[in-house]
């Protein structure tokens, strides 16, 4: 069940969508104030099993995604990975992810182009399944992928793409002055600006 989070920014996004779409699209963002609670392994994977449903090239779903629990062993191995600007919120989470793509296909062993758009289709379908749950799904680069790669022990053959922070909703007064200025949904780009029919449009000089 989504919870009923700042409607009056949302109503504000609404005014800036042209054409209808399902709210789940149009009420999905991206906030970072997290409670600390725990998720269940149910909660958790019915996350996931949302992910495996997402479309891939040839059915290949190259995607992997490594987690880490709050309060777990692992917990350290991909908290140490953040930024600090990230630690600072992503202390709360219940879980971090760390989304992964293979780079070849299994079933051939040559390279797969769309690895990465694949994983994103993961990806999304997550955080959508999570925004329709109430809960906070937040992507992001701001981590050491190097470092991901070396203690998370990533195969040469594949790619580090996002970290997620997952956790349950909670209200922006836990956080930071300046993150809490920062607790809305981001606006969009005009559609004119990044959808284009036919060939790619040339640069205004």
């Known amino acids: 069940m989504q919870q009923p989070f700042d409607q009056k920014l949302l109503a504000e996004r609404l005014k800036n969508i042209k054409y209808p779409v399902h709210e789940l699209i149009s009420s999905r963002w991206s906030p970072r104030a997290m409670t600390g609670e725990e998720l269940s392994d149910a909660e958790l994977f019915s996350l996931f099993e949302a992910a495996r449903w997402a479309p891939s090239s040839y059915n290949n779903q190259p995607w ?48 797969a182009r769309t690895h990465s758009f694949d994983t994103g ?16 799904a937040h992507g992001m680069e701001g981590f050491n992928y190097a470092l991901a790669e070396k203690s998370l022990e990533i ?17 922006s007064d836990t956080l930071s002055p300046e993150l809490r200025e920062r607790e809305a949904p981001s606006p969009r780009k005009p559609l004119e600006t990044r959808f284009f029919k036919g060939r790619f449009p040339k640069k205004s000089t």
Not at 66 to 88: H, I, Q, T
């Open 64 to 111: 992997r995604f490594l987690y880490a629990k709050r309060g777990s062993p692992e917990w350290p191995l991909f908290f140490d990975l953040m930024v600090d600007f990230n630690k600072s919120w992503a202390k709360n989470a219940a879980t971090l992810v760390l989304a992964v793509s293979a780079n070849l296909f299994e079933r051939n062993g040559k390279p």
């Open 121 to 136: 289709a993961a990806w999304m379908s997550l955080a959508i399944e999570a925004c329709a749950r109430g809960y906070v």
């Open 155 to 171: 195969p040469p053959d594949h790619t580090v793409e996002a970290l997620i922070a997952i956790g349950k909703r909670a209200t």
